[in-house]
């Protein structure tokens, strides 16, 4: 370049009519030696090797050089890559909390329904017997705890004359009494079938006689208000744990149910005697 612009000023001043011995003669010109990059990587040649003060054009764009002539390119995909990594996130996270959020409720379906009476939403008998397990492993002397086992007379009686329909609700008549009777630390279960139990932490077996009368109370008031071809009744039996008389939790259950069909018995005698007596 150097020496094209020397000879192109000499040619100048010579046409301006200069004379050329007027000219002074330009010493220790420096020569700048030119390489095409794309040359030397074709022939194999080593940029190490070249003159020190040769120059080498068409030379690859640094990362530097390259950034600094196509920043706004650059910053622009960044955003653009960045913007839909961060909006791929948000959607994996509302797909995990949704899938979270599923499973827990298929999860508390599922424990519903495994603790659960479908007939009447109270406890069943795994549920109610783990409970009462519970309560006795922590039963100390101080604080008494007595269990009533509850039977719905006549259910196969309203089955055959009424339908399984009114049997269904004969059942749900008993949980709704019970339920209605019974404070937040008392726990009703359904056994299966016509059987409750009845589980009264704190309570001592004349506690438990009293809420017994109660909820007969309250069926026969339902009996005097319902328009049903049938009265709905129960035969109870109470008992009161104690660990020297129950060394288990079906003993404890057994003396209850025993108890009961003491009181079913009493009952049916009584009517006899009402209808003797008539």
């Known amino acids: 370049f150097e020496h094209g612009y020397e000879a192109g000023r000499l040619a100048d001043e010579i046409l301006n009519g200069v004379e050329p011995k007027d000219i002074p003669i330009a010493l220790n010109q420096p020569n700048h030696y030119v390489f095409d990059y794309n040359e ?4 194999d040649y080593d940029v190490a090797d070249l003159p ?3 120059k080498v054009i068409n030379e690859p764009l640094g990362f530097a050089d390259y950034y600094k002539e196509n920043s706004k390119i650059i910053n622009m995909t960044a955003f653009i890559i960045i913007g839909v990594l961060a909006l791929a996130l948000i959607i ?3 797909l995990l909390r949704r899938n979270l959020k599923i499973k827990e409720k298929i999860a508390e379906k599922e424990q519903y329904y495994a603790s659960t009476d479908i ?3 109270v ?6 017997l783990l ?3 519970e309560i006795i492993s922590e039963y100390n002397h101080y604080k008494p705890l007595t269990i009533c ?3 719905l007379n006549k259910l196969k009686y309203i089955n055959d004359h009424f339908g399984h329909k009114e049997g269904d609700n004969a059942i749900k008549v008993i949980s709704s009494t019970c339920m209605s009777v019974i404070k937040v630390d008392e726990y009703l279960c359904r056994l299966g079938g016509d059987e409750f139990l009845l589980i009264l932490p704190s309570h001592s077996k004349v506690e438990g006689d009293l809420i017994i009368n109660r909820i007969k109370n309250k069926l026969m008031e339902y009996n005097m ?12 039996g109470v008992s009161e744990y104690n660990p020297d008389n129950h060394p288990n939790i079906s003993s404890l259950i057994e003396e209850a149910n025993q108890f009961m069909y003491e009181d079913k018995t009493k009952e049916k005698t009584e009517k006899t005697n009402e209808i003797q007596n008539i």
């Not at 406890?123 to 109610?128: D, E, K, T």
């Open 92 to 94: 994996i996270v509302a």
């Open 52 to 54: 020190r003060d040769a």
């Open 119 to 121: 007939l009447t939403s």
């Open 225 to 236: 208000a319902s328009e049903k071809s049938y009265s709905v009744s129960i035969s109870a």
């Open 123 to 128: 406890p069943n008998r795994r549920a109610g």
């Open 131 to 133: 409970k009462l397990d």
């Open 149 to 151: 086992f509850i039977d």
């Open 40 to 43: 030397l990587v074709e022939f």
